[in-house]
């Protein structure tokens, strides 16, 4: 079957979060005077990480739900002086900072190629900035859609493929690639019909189940060899 579509996962595919932890914002450490242990940190972190929904459609929404995630995990840790307004602040670089997300240096070459010969799309399990910040790093020209979890009210593993097969019918599955870097998601894709790909840019996956690829340039030798 001649593939047509190639579909890409965001983060750990296109880009990674620039301080290297996706919650942890570019000017965290500024705006928090107090000594971390960062360990505790990411902890909390995890905890709280309930609080996360996907129900945020607007990017004032995804901020208010931060502010909150932002309290619960300072007052986890013990944080002096908690207040309110220093949730807010680190909400609002949360949602609104344009350096959050670094692109991996292969990204635009290889997109710039790819839409040449194939629709291209991305799926991602994140919220309403995301759209924004897919603007700010011009990568939205090369993509036909971007579905974004929070704006369908559920994620990649539960019924998000489903959602973006049923408003994009022209995408059939068995003429589609699709990228992710997490095992159980392409699993549920593989399950739909997907031709999947794992993306593992750190080489940690020796004896992955589906085939491995370390780079976005190596889409370009192996897209129809499925």
Not at 106 to 119: E, I, P, R, S
Not at 139 to 148: G, M, N, P, T, Y
Not at 154 to 160: A, D, F, N, P, S
Not at 208 to 218: C, H, R, T
Request: hydrophobic share 40%.
């Amino acid at each position: 079957m001649e593939i047509k579509n190639i579909v890409f996962d965001n983060g750990g595919v296109l880009s990674v979060p620039s301080t290297g932890h996706w919650f942890i914002t570019p000017n965290f450490f500024n705006i928090v005077n107090n000594k971390i242990d960062i360990e505790s940190l990411k902890n909390a972190m995890k905890k709280y990480q309930n609080l996360l929904t996907m129900e945020p459609k607007t990017e004032l929404e995804e901020y208010e739900m931060f502010s909150k995630f932002y309290y619960k995990v300072l007052e986890e840790i013990g944080y002096e002086n908690l207040n309110k307004d220093l949730a807010n602040k680190l909400a609002e670089d949360c949602v609104y900072n344009n350096e959050k997300y670094t692109l991996f240096d292969d990204v635009n070459k290889t997109l710039d190629f790819l839409k040449q010969k194939y629709n291209l799309y991305i799926i991602s399990d994140a919220w309403p900035s995301s759209i924004r910040l897919f603007d700010e790093l011009n990568l939205s020209r090369f993509f036909k859609v971007i579905c974004i979890s929070s704006m369908e009210s559920t994620t990649k593993v539960e019924r998000l493929f489903e959602v973006f097969l049923k408003e994009n019918l022209e995408v059939k599955p068995e003429q589609t690639i699709f990228i992710d870097d997490r095992m159980d998601i392409l699993e549920k894709a593989n399950s739909l019909g997907f031709n999947v790909l794992l993306m593992d840019r750190e080489n940690r996956n020796k004896k992955a189940k589906y085939k491995v690829i370390n780079g976005l340039s190596e889409i370009i030798n192996i897209a129809n060899k499925f």
